[in-house]
């Protein structure tokens, strides 16, 4: 049955009485000191105020402060921390805006901040169309279950879930006098997510409230008809559930077995299911009646089976031992069904009072508070198991089998390998990490990425090989002309990151004639050789190394995309020394210009070997957020971002940027020229891109030429590889102005 909405304790002017709720929370939880809720709940109530006096409502009737005491009060039942508490208060105010994240973090501390910006993160959910029975986008695949993995991918800290499921419970149960369209919307959106939820958190009865309250707003004519049956045999119910439990108590005590016997109300939704599935009656349904025995152990269990099987007898196929094969969730209970007094039906479900806790609360049961009392070492490795637990369970599969069993690389596989992505209608798109705009194009329809010449990621213009992150919403811009772009093939400019758009760009230049490719090969190949220095190569020679009959065939592959350029380039690069690996080519990046050493080494961007020491005052480590500080004899002292000492300085050219260089690598010093009409800001925008891909500029010369108005110029760079000299080239030689890009080798000219 749907839970009666909890009202907290009012003054005669209908605000909310804090000392009197603060009072009876102070008898419900473990917590001792109130001062930082009363904080909370102050902070709160502040903030709606000003909200109101400013005209700013979220939405007519609803009261951000006292959701936030309702989810308070939901989340004391679950046992959780302070901290949890004191999130579940203001989350509604942050959320609509009253409050700034900064200024709870600025009054509670990093954690519950934290804890607010998460259960913010998993509010995106509430934007994705539920639309289980149809495919998206072409895809098969459940568009629920996507919005289950994101959910994944969101949530770090089991509270976050708990936090938003008592946030998603106050507000259905608060939507009885919204529009129909909203009801509908919300009621699907807790049926299709958080129940599920709740149901794999093993948090029984938020599992059995939400379906009821889901089922009441999305099928109404059913409920009201389940409901009023309910209704007509209520008093008869009732009165038949008290004498089977007097016969049972009576019995059990004359058996020499505690325990503790109550009715359970039968939840309207699952009677509806049990109904529609197996196409019964209403006077078929075995569990309308239901009688719950709690005892102290196990054995317990059995015992007090045998007593309810003596009495009565069961019905066949309608017993379940969930104590020795657990459902998914954990969920532990004997459950069977037997004609009772007056040849009524009824359920009988039996369990610890240990199993019963698990039942009704699952995570939340093995909440451990941090007191810093001492705490058992086997209650903290509960603690933490559970919160493991959660990553695994969360993505509530039925056919994975026991949640406890499942391998923790399918978690990492769920987790690290998959980001989740929004159309700008609202749709779940799964990619891997790293997928550019390009690939969430050709993931929507392959003629949508032939056709692709831009993108917008959360309405803000980017580059087709910049890289996509959980939650982004995409809008591809395309044109009429539907033609790939070969240079998208070319690895070291990373526009495609999925093997699937790839092979769908490879397949349309495939399709084209053997004499275009050939001609397109050739030219590709031309291009990235000159770019390098190279006018003259044997292109039969690294054909045949490659295992194809002619250059022509060499040409057709790389044409159609089935080869990469870098491969070619590879093998090229053995025909002129196979012993020395700093030696590449003849195009000899030769000996390594530096060397960096560790983790702990940082470098100064865009320069070489400039002294470092790292500040006394802040001591920072690798990993941190870091800038850099030049003092008066040009040594760059190395600072965290929100150090004192940074944050008072006054000279702001003092300071430079930095990074950490994390692995051990060589970089090599390479001539460019570049040939390019003269403009102003050229040298600008070269060493932007310089900048951009944080490579360092030892040296450069131009030379002018009025007549033509052109320019050459000459740099000096550190290059640690071919593919990043190739894609330095390919981005200057898209400069305007810029005629040509490429590597000056001096052994060849």
Not at 122 to 145: H, K, N, T, Y
Not at 587 to 611: I, K, R
Request: with cysteine; net charge negative; aromatic share 6%.
């Amino acid at each position: 049955m749907v839970k009666v909405r909890d009202e907290q304790p009012l003054h005669y002017d209908g605000s909310v009485n804090l000392d009197m709720w603060l009072e009876n929370l102070k008898h419900r939880t473990e917590i001792g000191d109130l001062a930082l809720l009363r904080k909370a709940c102050a902070m709160s109530a502040i903030a709606e105020e000003d909200a109101i006096a400013a005209n700013d409502i979220w939405a007519v009737g609803t009261s951000s402060y006292r959701t936030g005491l309702e989810m308070a009060d939901i989340l004391v039942e679950l046992r959780l921390d302070e901290e949890s508490l004191v999130a579940a208060i203001i989350y509604r105010a942050v959320r609509e805006e009253k409050l700034s994240l900064e200024s709870v973090q600025q009054e509670f501390g990093h954690a519950i901040a934290d804890l607010v910006q998460g259960v913010l993160k998993m509010a995106a959910i509430s934007g994705i169309q539920f639309m289980a029975e149809r495919p998206v986008l072409g895809q098969a695949q459940d568009q629920l279950e996507q919005a289950r993995k994101m959910l994944v991918s969101l949530v770090d800290d089991v509270r976050v879930a708990l936090i938003k499921l008592a946030e998603r419970t106050c507000a259905i149960r608060a939507i009885a006098h919204s529009d129909a369209e909203k009801r509908q919307r919300l009621a699907r959106e807790v049926f299709d997510i958080y129940a599920p939820l709740a149901h794999r958190l093993g948090i029984g009865h938020l599992k059995w409230e939400l379906e009821d309250l889901s089922f009441r707003y999305i099928e109404p004519e059913a409920y009201k008809r389940i409901a009023d049956l309910l209704d007509e045999r209520r008093v008869d119910r009732e009165r038949n559930i008290e004498e089977i439990i007097t016969l049972l108590e009576a019995k059990m005590a004359e058996m020499g077995i505690e325990g503790t016997l109550y009715g359970r109300a039968k939840h309207i939704y699952s009677i509806w299911v049990k109904m529609k599935k197996k196409g019964l009656r209403f006077s078929q349904i075995y569990d309308v009646r239901a009688v719950r025995i709690l005892v102290p152990e196990i054995n317990d269990c059995y015992r007090a089976l045998g007593v309810v099987h003596s009495l009565w007898h069961n019905i066949p196929h309608e017993f379940d031992d969930y104590i020795a094969t657990p459902k998914e969730n954990g969920y532990r209970s004997l459950h069977t069904a037997v004609i009772g007094l007056e040849g009524k039906i009824v359920e009988v479900q039996i369990r610890t009072l240990d199993m019963d806790e698990d039942a009704e609360l699952g995570v939340c049961s093995h909440w451990q508070y941090k007191t810093g009392n001492g705490e058992s070492e086997q209650a903290s490795t509960s603690y933490e198991q559970k919160i493991n637990w959660l990553r695994q369970i969360i993505m509530w599969q039925e056919d994975l089998g026991d949640s406890l069993g499942l391998a923790k690389d399918l978690l990492d596989e769920i987790h690290h390998d998959r980001i989740y992505v929004f159309t700008p209608e609202g749709h779940v798109i799964d990619m891997i990490p790293a997928a550019t705009p390009l690939d969430f194009a050709y993931r929507v329809h392959t003629e949508v990425g032939h056709s692709c010449r831009g993108a917008k990621v959360n309405g803000q213009l980017v580059s087709l090989n910049s890289s996509l992150q959980t939650g982004d919403r995409i809008e591809v811009l395309t044109a009429d002309e539907s033609v790939p772009r070969r240079e998208w093939l070319l690895h070291h400019l990373g526009y495609l990151k999925t093997s699937r758009a790839k092979a769908k760009v490879q397949n349309w230049f495939r399709q084209r004639d053997r004499a275009k490719n050939i001609s397109e090969g050739e030219s590709v190949l031309a291009s990235e050789f000159r770019h390098l220095g190279i006018e003259q190569v044997n292109y039969a020679e690294i054909a045949e190394l490659i295992e194809m009959t002619s250059a022509d065939d060499l040409f057709v592959a790389v044409g159609a995309g089935e080869l990469d350029t870098s491969r070619v380039i590879e093998v090229a690069q053995k025909l002129v020394n196979t012993n020395d690996h700093n030696t590449q080519l003849n195009l000899s990046l030769t000996e390594p210009a530096q060397e960096t050493v560790d983790s702990s080494h940082a470098v100064v961007a865009g320069v070489g070997n400039m002294s470092t020491k790292m500040a006394e005052c802040c001591n920072p480590v690798a990993g941190d957020l870091i800038v850099g500080m030049i003092d008066q004899e040009n040594l760059v002292y190395i600072h965290q971002q929100d150090c004192l000492g940074v944050l008072l300085n006054d000279e702001p050219a003092n300071l430079i940027e930095v990074f950490w260089e994390l692995e051990k690598h060589h970089t090599f010093p390479v001539d460019i020229v570049i040939r390019a009409y003269d403009r102003a800001g050229l040298l600008f925008d070269i060493t932007a891109v310089l900048g951009n891909e944080r490579i360092n500029m030892k040296s450069v010369n131009t030379q002018l030429h009025p007549l033509e108005n052109t320019v050459d110029l000459m740099l000096t760079v550190d290059i640690s590889s071919f593919d990043s000299l190739l894609k330095l080239l390919e981005k200057i030689e898209h400069i305007p102005n810029v005629v040509e890009a490429k590597r000056r080798v001096s052994q060849i000219e």
